[in-house]
Structures are given as C-alpha cells and as structure tokens.
C-alpha cells in the first residue's frame, strides 16, 4: 500500500530564504510522485511530478523536487521564496502505471514574511 | 484549452438530504476522479471513472455514487448527507491509455455544507 508522509504542518520563511518541504513515501511499487499547490478557497495546482526519468524535477514557479530513493523521499525546494508563494502544498503518490487513486499528505502551510 | 469545471461553487444542504455535484473535464481527457478534502487536511479519493464505468473506489460508503456521460463529464451524487460529509469536493480529470493513466488536473471545488 502507498502512504505519504509530510514532515511539517507549517513552515515560516522569509521572502528570499531557501524553501523546503519535505515528503517521504511509503509505496510496494515504483512510485508516480506529485506535488501540488492549493490557494485559499480554490483547487489544486500541479507543480511538479516524478515519473521515474530524471531523480531530479523542475517544475513551474521556480520549484524543483529530488526524488532519493534510499531516502524514500521527495522534498521540495525553492532556492528564493516570493510572498506569492504563501499556500498550502501537498504531496502525493500514485501506484505507477495503475494510475487510479492519487494519496495525498495531509499538507504542509507555507509562510512567507517580508 | 478549456481546464476543469465544477458546479455549484458552494451548496448548504440539511442532514437526510441528497445532493447532486457536477464536473466537466478538461479537454482531450476521458477520465474523472473525486475527492473529498475535509478542513485542514489532504484529498481524499472518492472514486475514478473511465469510459462511463467505476475504475477504482477509495474507503468510502455506497451512498456515494457517481456517473460518466459519454462527453467524459460526470456527477457526484450523495445520498442521506450526514454532517461528517461537509467538505471540499474536487473533480479531477486525466487522460487514460493502454499504458495508464497521468496527471490529474483539478477544478476549483465544491463547498458542501451540511447543517
């Protein structure tokens, strides 16, 4: 079975400090792995998504994610972050090729001060 | 490119009552899941629909039920609505082939509110 686990409920930053989220997964097959970005009071925005290619995933906004599977992880980071980057982000695994059910972490708050 | 829509945005229903919520998915999609994103915490999987039959179900009652037209659209229905079932449910669509299935993209949402 797959499960999801993001470390940090909330993580406070400063506008321009290095961001990281972290997520480890828990899966008995090669992993899909995916991080998404919820707004207040709307859906969710995929970021970015491993799919067994390249360990290491650029994705839109700046944010890129490593996927280490000794670690069982797939952390997030952004090297600057903006106010605009203040939002919740979760992580979310998938049983590969299957494809049906994406589980998701329970999410992770990220603050952006000035 | 048209992306995912749900409607209605926000619906309150009272305890016993049924509830229809509706989806279309993005175009060149055939595939629609739901979740069901409690307050504070991740989306849960509700179930998957793939040419207009079930194609997975998460851990939740037969009370809700859902369908597939054939323009890949679909509908969430719930049936004697308890207040546990106040919620975000979000509609996600993806494109499915021999090989599986790929990224989901969501809606907006529903916010149920049971009272």
């Known amino acids: 079975a797959q499960s999801v686990t993001q470390l940090g409920s909330h993580v406070s930053v400063s506008e321009g400090a290095l961001v990281l989220l972290r997520c480890n997964y828990s899966?008995?097959?090669?992993?899909?792995l995916f991080w998404y970005v919820q707004y207040p009071n709307q859906g969710l925005q995929l970021l970015l998504k491993?799919?067994?290619?390249?360990?290491l995933v650029k994705g839109i906004n700046g944010f890129e994610a490593e996927f280490k599977k000794s670690e069982t992880s797939f952390h997030l980071t952004k090297p600057s972050a903006h106010m605009s980057d203040a939002a919740e982000y979760f992580c979310?695994?998938?049983?590969?090729?299957?494809?049906?059910?994406?589980?998701f972490g329970k999410g992770t708050t990220l603050s952006v001060s000035s | 490119e048209t992306g995912v829509t749900q409607s209605p945005t926000h619906l309150i229903k009272t305890r016993g009552q049924q509830v229809t919520l509706r989806c279309s998915s993005q175009?060149?999609?055939?595939?629609v899941s739901w979740y069901q994103q409690a307050l504070g915490q991740g989306p849960q999987f509700i179930f998957q629909?793939?040419?207009?039959?079930?194609?997975g179900r998460g851990n939740f009652p037969p009370r809700f039920s859902g369908l597939q037209f054939p323009n890949y659209s679909s509908e969430l229905n719930v049936n004697a609505l308890e207040l546990d079932d106040s919620a975000l449910y979000l509609c996600?669509?993806?494109?499915?082939?021999?090989?599986?299935?790929?990224?989901?993209?969501f809606g907006p949402g529903t916010r149920l509110t049971v009272t």
């Open positions: 899966s008995s097959v090669p992993p899909y």
């Open positions: 996600a669509s993806s494109f499915t082939q021999r090989e599986g299935s790929y990224e989901q993209y």
């Open positions: 491993y799919t067994s290619a390249a360990t």
């Open positions: 979310a695994v998938s049983p590969g090729r299957s494809g049906t059910a994406l589980i």
């Open positions: 175009s060149g999609h055939n595939t």
């Open positions: 629909y793939y040419r207009e039959e079930e194609n």
